[in-house]
């Protein structure tokens, strides 16, 4: 008989898992502290609640969160599943109704015969069979345990979360429907767009700068004595607007501002730049702003988006915020098939292990979960292809430079070059990239006798 799992932490990756094991005949014990230990990031007690956006990245089959969506099918995953039951519309992206994702996956994991749900902090990690999903919020009792087990002090980088508004407060007299180059399924696109001219973008960008920033908390501040220096930075992939506006005046305009592929139907021309909202709920009551990260004060919050044409009445729902992220030093310390290298029966999954992205907690989380079952049943744990997406973030993240070791999301760069013609234009390329990823993957997983496609519990 296989032993007993237990998975620490009921986020993407700890609840992608805790239902992998689980189907394959694991009974597993999932610890949660939520609702009774909050994070300072999350609003309910749900499993699988998402934090920062709403988006999982793009549904086309020739970019990275493509090709990893298109590998998380093959294995059956769960989450993905239900993201797109919930899906809103998001142009060539899959995103979520957030409420109803993580409804949806705390009554299938809660209700599982297998899984028992343990509403509890887990301090340390116990002997056996175990998985840890404790996400970059890992609470500091179990984060001052894991430095004893690691021998070393976590890393970690900022984060922060972009503001939602009330859709009854946009001036749709400004405001207007559409997706870059026509890209989405609802009539008119499926983005709500503020156009911004030269003097209202370099008006935006003044306040900006000199807006007040909520002072971090002391748990956030640079790591005193004995830590290495100069790993207290922000990700590269969600930084606060502020700080890009920082980089150069124009640098908004080309990053999360950029206007490119639309065309503002009063003008008919393309604005000088654009703030996006993107859908949040099914009911189209709540918009997220677009890569508005932020760090800036309630109060100034409300003072600079309100500046942005269309906002001028916003009502926010949630403001944006920012919050420590916590990962451990992977190269060092995992194995590609997300096992401790000195212990083989424990395993560590999602963000605490530096993969970035919605798309690749799930995907480590139902790595670490088919192999706690693998290696519960006397089977060799898996190590997928580096060509393939998943096997090239695991890659990654157990082979990166130990010194200098930074989060990554899945993306075409990590990937190995491509044989043969290498000046191939970038669409073909990506396409290359797609299509030797499924083949690699759909290969490797056949022959590794596991569950195809959408997985059932078995009888």
């Known amino acids: 008989m296989p032993q007993d799992l237990v998975v620490i932490g009921g986020g ?25 230990q909050m994070t300072g990031a999350h609003q309910s007690g749900f499993l699988g609640e998402l934090v920062c956006s709403n988006s999982l990245g793009s549904k086309l089959p020739d970019r990275a969160s493509g090709i990893l969506m298109g590998e998380l099918r093959t294995m059956g995953s769960l989450l993905l599943r239900i993201a797109e039951q919930v899906a809103v519309p998001a142009g060539g992206a899959l995103a979520v109704d957030r409420i109803a994702f993580a409804e949806r996956i705390d009554s299938q994991i809660t209700s599982h015969p297998r899984i028992q749900v343990i509403r509890t902090e887990k301090r340390r990690i116990p002997d056996g069979l175990v998985i840890v999903a404790s996400g970059p919020l890992t609470s500091k009792r179990l984060s001052k345990h894991l430095s004893r087990l690691t021998g070393e002090d976590h890393l970690y980088f900022f984060d922060a979360l972009s503001p939602i508004v009330d859709a009854e407060s946009i001036d749709w007299s400004v405001a207007f429907l559409g997706s870059r180059y026509e890209r ?48 207290d930075k922000y990700f590269e992939g969600c930084l606060p607007i502020e700080t890009i ?37 099914l009911a189209a009551n709540l918009y997220n702003i677009v890569g508005f990260q932020t760090n800036l004060t309630y109060t100034e919050q409300q003072r600079v988006l309100r500046m942005v044409p269309g906002l001028g009445k916003a009502r926010f729902v ?33 963000q605490i292990t530096g993969v970035e992205g919605y ?46 070791f930074q989060p990554m999301k899945a993306n075409l760069g990590i990937l190995p070059p491509l044989q043969g013609n290498v000046r191939r234009k970038r669409r073909e390329r990506a396409q290359a990239y797609a299509k030797r990823a499924a083949e690699d993957f759909a ?16 009888a």
């Open 184 to 231: 989405g399924a609802s009539a008119g696109g499926d983005y709500v767009n503020c156009p911004l001219n030269a003097e209202e973008y370099e008006a935006f960008v003044d306040v900006l700068l000199a807006a007040k920033r909520i002072p971090l908390r002391s748990f956030e501040r640079a790591i005193r004595a004995g830590v290495r220096a100069g790993l």
């Open 12 to 36: 993407l990756a700890g609840s992608e898992a805790a239902w992998q094991a689980a189907e394959r005949g694991l009974h597993v014990r999932l610890h949660e502290m939520r609702p009774r």
């Open 359 to 404: 798309l690749g907690n799930i995907a480590t989380g139902l790595l670490a979960g088919v192999n706690a079952a693998r290696v519960a049943y006397g089977d060799t744990p898996l190590t997928l292809p580096q060509t393939t997406m998943l096997g090239a973030l695991c890659h990654y993240v157990t082979h990166a430079g130990a010194k200098s």
């Open 443 to 458: 290969a490797k997983w056949q022959a590794s006798g596991e569950l195809m496609g959408e997985v059932t519990n078995p």
């Open 318 to 350: 949630r403001y944006g915020q920012m919050h420590r992220n916590t990962f451990i030093n992977s190269p060092r310390m995992l194995e590609p098939t997300l096992q401790f290298r000195r212990r083989p029966d424990l395993f560590f999954a999602g």
């Open 245 to 281: 506006a920082e980089r150069g005046r124009k640098s908004l305009a080309f990053g999360p501002m950029r206007p490119v592929g639309l065309k503002d139907p009063r003008t008919g021309r393309r604005p000088y730049a654009v703030v996006q909202l993107r859908q949040d709920d």
